[in-house]
């Protein structure tokens, strides 16, 4: 993998606008419309992949983006692949999905701002970045291609960051 920018934590996170589907209807994603929710990007290797499938059925079995919990911690998912968005809308219908795929199609900036991008394949390398509602990046991870990822660990790892948060802001509110 070739470095095109570096992401770092605890830095604003890299801006896109892409291109995306969910539930049949097609508009354009960006970073800047998600300030104020926290949200997880997952990058994945691409539409019709075994692993990404698995972890999409995942996201997708927790109810993620309907579910009552999660619209309480103010969680949003963006599942991104370098696939087109054609592909993007059949495989979101055939694994009838609810949350957006997007498409980092062409030059693949996105996946190469975020440093997930594959010269090799072409496709990018499954992460998951965590983003909190100032777009501020609290946390990433990157696996080989043949690993998944447990959305039970990243949604602790929120509510960790979520609490770490609320004592910082305790903190700076009783010393003004």
Not at 62 to 91: P, R
Request: contains cysteine; proline residues 3%; hydrophobic residues 35%.
């Amino acid at each position: 993998m070739s470095l095109y920018s570096l992401v770092k934590i605890n830095h604003t996170a890299p801006n896109f606008s892409l291109f995306g589907t969910c539930q049949q209807k097609t508009k354009i994603y960006s970073l800047v419309d998600f300030r104020k929710s926290w949200l997880i990007l997952y990058f994945y290797s691409g539409n019709f992949n075994p692993i990404s499938k698995i972890d999409l059925l995942n996201f997708q079995s927790s109810n993620f983006q309907s579910s009552s919990k999660f619209q309480e911690q103010n969680i949003q998912l963006l599942a991104i692949s370098t696939d087109s968005l054609v592909s993007q809308a059949t495989w979101s219908q055939e694994l009838n999905l609810t949350f957006p795929l997007l498409s980092d199609i062409g030059e693949h900036q996105t996946c190469k701002d975020y440093n997930v991008y594959s010269e090799k394949n072409g496709n990018a390398n499954p992460a998951i970045f965590v983003i909190n509602p100032e777009n501020i990046l609290e946390f990433y991870q990157v696996n080989n291609h043949q690993i998944g990822f447990n959305l039970s660990d990243i949604l602790a790892k929120i509510e960790s960051l979520k609490e770490n948060l609320k004592s910082e802001i305790k903190i700076k509110t009783s010393s003004n």
